[in-house]
């Protein structure tokens, strides 16, 4: 093992790799796809194109490729996050807001997450919303409730650690 966080190195990479899998997919192949699995998309979803590959690619990996449901669920969620993620959803989530190419500065956010990982969720969750609300955009109701989860539970952690 390798790294800040335990968790399978190679379980993290073929993710990592796999995670944008459904992002260059065409409005048919997406629509063949959710009529294959019977994908159900929400409101938000049917309204953003940003949020649909995430989880048409998590179909995509759990029945075609036996992603394991945590590896697919890290897919489901890389975009939105949820309340109660898995270390390795969290890894996946933190990773893709904190790549190199991201507009802002990403490394002020790996120095948090690398200290306290569900800070880092806040601090991101926070971020992106931020920029949702500036472009007049929808924000999913997954990330809402990833942010409140965490903040509660991060106060709790605080507390306990007093
Ligand atoms: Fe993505």
């Not at 998590?58 to 270390?87: V, W």
């Not at 926070?126 to 472009?135: A, T």
Request: hydrophobic fraction near 35%; include cysteine.
């Amino acid at each position: 093992m390798h790294g800040v966080y335990h968790v399978e190195p190679e379980k993290v990479k073929i993710v990592a790799i796999a995670h944008d899998m459904a992002k260059e997919l065409t409005n048919e192949e997406i629509q063949q796809i959710t009529d294959k699995y019977n994908i159900e998309l929400d409101e938000i979803e049917t309204r953003n194109k940003d949020l649909i590959h995430a989880k048409i690619g998590a179909y995509l990996m759990k029945n075609e490729y036996h992603f394991t449901n945590d590896m697919a669920n890290a897919i489901a969620y890389h975009t939105t996050g949820r309340a109660e993620m898995s270390l390795l959803e969290k890894i996946i989530y933190l990773a893709d807001a904190t790549e190199e190419t991201r507009e802002y500065c990403s490394h002020h956010y790996v120095d948090i997450i690398k200290k306290d990982i569900d800070q880092g969720i806040v601090e991101i969750q926070k971020w992106v919303m931020g920029r949702l609300l500036e472009r007049n955009k929808l924000i999913h109701p997954n990330s809402i409730e990833c942010y409140n989860y965490y903040i509660e539970h991060n106060k709790s952690k605080n507390e306990s650690n007093e």
